[in-house]
């Protein structure tokens, strides 16, 4: 099971490494040059949330 604790820091995770994903991924967009693929800017963030989600998980079962 997830803790409130393994959530704020999916969501933190997902905000830090998501802004920098998107920045590399879609910076032309953000600076004018081309146009924004609004599906993967939000897969950007969705992934490494539930990567942050899923390894918590894990380490929380293989501690038990």
């Known amino acids: 099971m997830s803790t409130a ?3 704020k ?3 933190l995770i ?3 490494v998501g802004t920098i994903l998107t920045l590399i991924n879609q910076g032309e967009a953000f600076f004018g040059e081309a146009e924004v693929v ?3 800017v939000i897969l950007t963030y969705i992934v ?3 990567v942050s989600m899923y390894s918590s998980s894990m380490a929380q079962k293989d501690a038990k």
């Open 14 to 16: 997902s905000i830090v």
């Open 48 to 50: 490494p949330f539930c």
């Open 5 to 7: 604790k393994q959530f």
């Open 9 to 11: 820091t999916a969501i």
């Open 38 to 40: 609004w599906f993967k």
